[in-house]
Structures are given as structure tokens and as C-alpha cells.
């Protein structure tokens, strides 16, 4: 049973260019998680989706930001014209269940903004 | 939003003694709290976790402590070894995780 995959897991954009990222969920989770991480800092949640779904998006930042997760396929993080204030690891989780289950993370995906 | 605290940035200990990491967290409607592990350029990985309707879970080396009044839950470690070297995140959960900013632990040998 494979984990929670995420690709690419380095990324470099140019200032003002797009950056996706994609996240496929452990096989049986229909729910998927977004954060990130700055250096030296916490993981920020982001986003939750299920299947079709956003369900909280409390963490986006209002513009550039937007997530799906289709009914066939990754979840996919979208950037629009990224910025140095990007530069960051996102982490993705995927659960079973909503609310009290343990979420497993992928490996991350590093974008740097130069 | 610094609704879960982890104010020890870093902690050392000797290897074969316990290590006592600490969380805190504002929001009565958490309901369901666990703890990563974090080693760098690696995702974070699932340890341990604890229902609202518990005090204490135990697995292992590991056991978490949860103390609903005082908004408070700590990882208990021992006896610590090298290997558990790492950041240790602890996250509380309602609909989804809100996570602490980490506690470095450094186990010497």
C-alpha cells in the first residue's frame, strides 16, 4: 500500500510563473490535507478537501492560491505568478475519515521562488 | 492563529532518559490530538494520538498525556535514544490538524 505520493519534489519557478503541485492520497483516503512550511517555522494548514469538495480553505492566502481535488486523479496545488514569499516546503496528508483520524503526509514538495 | 503552542524550541537529553515534550492549545473544540516526527527533507510522520475522552495513550517507548483543563498535552519518551534525534511537532484536530511550531529534540549518546 503505498504512502501519500507528492510530485515534483523539487520545484524552481521564475518570479511571475505558475507552480503545480500534485498530491495522490494513500489508496483508500478520500480526504486530502494542505500545509505549509517556511523555514524555521511550523507546518500552516492550508487547505482540506474531499473528493470534489473543498471544505475548509481558511489558510489560502486570497489570491494566486487554489486547490481541487477531482473525482479521478491528484489533488493539485496551484500557484499563480509565484513569488519569492513562496519559496517554501508543501506538505500534503491524506486520512480516511474526517476529524479524529491520524493523517499521513507524502514527502513534500520544495518550490523555490528565484 | 496560535491556537497550538510548543514553547520549547529546542530540548536535549541523555540517551537512555526520558524526554518530555510539551503542547499547549486554546481551543476547547479540539477533540483529537497527536504528535509528529519530523526529520529534515523528510514529511512528518504519524507517532502517537489521543482522544479528547482520554488522559493518557500509550505505545511503546512513547506514551501522550492529555490534561483537558489545563488545555495541555505532553509526549513522554523513554527511554530516549539517538535515533529519536528529530523536530516533534504535536497538532490538535477538530476538522482538520492546526500544528504547533516544534520542539527540536537531541538525544546524546
Known amino acids: 500500500n503505498a504512502g501519500v505520493m507528492q510530485n515534483p519534489r523539487h520545484l524552481v519557478r521564475r518570479r511571475g510563473q505558475e507552480a503545480r503541485l500534485r498530491c495522490s492520497p494513500m489508496?483508500?483516503?478520500?480526504?486530502v490535507y494542505w500545509y505549509r512550511q517556511l523555514p524555521e517555522e511550523g507546518l500552516k494548514f492550508m487547505v482540506y478537501?474531499?473528493?470534489?469538495?473543498?471544505?475548509?480553505e481558511s489558510g489560502m492566502p486570497k489570491e494566486r492560491f487554489s486547490a481541487e481535488f477531482p473525482k479521478e486523479g491528484p489533488s493539485i496545488l496551484r500557484i499563480q505568478q509565484v513569488v519569492r514569499g513562496d519559496s517554501a516546503a508543501y506538505f500534503c496528508?491524506?486520512?480516511?475519515?474526517?476529524?479524529?483520524?491520524?493523517?499521513?503526509f507524502g514527502q513534500g514538495t520544495r518550490l523555490t521562488v528565484v | 492563529d496560535q491556537q497550538v503552542k510548543q514553547n520549547s524550541p529546542s530540548l536535549s537529553v541523555q540517551e537512555g532518559r526520558i524526554s518530555i515534550l510539551n503542547c499547549d492549545y486554546t481551543?476547547?473544540?479540539?477533540?483529537?490530538f497527536l504528535w509528529y516526527k519530523k526529520y529534515p527533507a523528510e514529511g512528518p510522520t504519524f507517532l502517537i494520538s489521543?482522544?479528547?475522552?482520554?488522559d493518557k495513550n500509550e505505545d511503546g517507548r512513547f506514551t501522550v498525556f492529555l490534561n483537558k483543563s489545563a488545555k495541555h498535552l505532553s509526549l513522554h519518551i523513554v527511554p530516549s535514544q539517538p535515533g529519536d534525534s528529530a523536530v516533534y511537532f504535536c497538532?490538535?484536530?477538530?476538522?482538520?490538524?492546526?500544528f504547533g511550531a516544534g520542539t527540536r529534540l537531541t538525544v546524546k549518546p
Open positions: 489508496k483508500g483516503h478520500s480526504h
Open positions: 478537501l474531499q473528493k470534489e469538495n473543498i471544505i475548509d
Open positions: 497538532a490538535a484536530s477538530q476538522r482538520h490538524m492546526r
Open positions: 489521543i482522544s479528547s475522552i482520554k
Open positions: 481551543n476547547s473544540m479540539f477533540d483529537y
Open positions: 496528508a491524506s486520512s480516511p475519515g474526517r476529524g479524529n483520524t491520524e493523517a499521513f
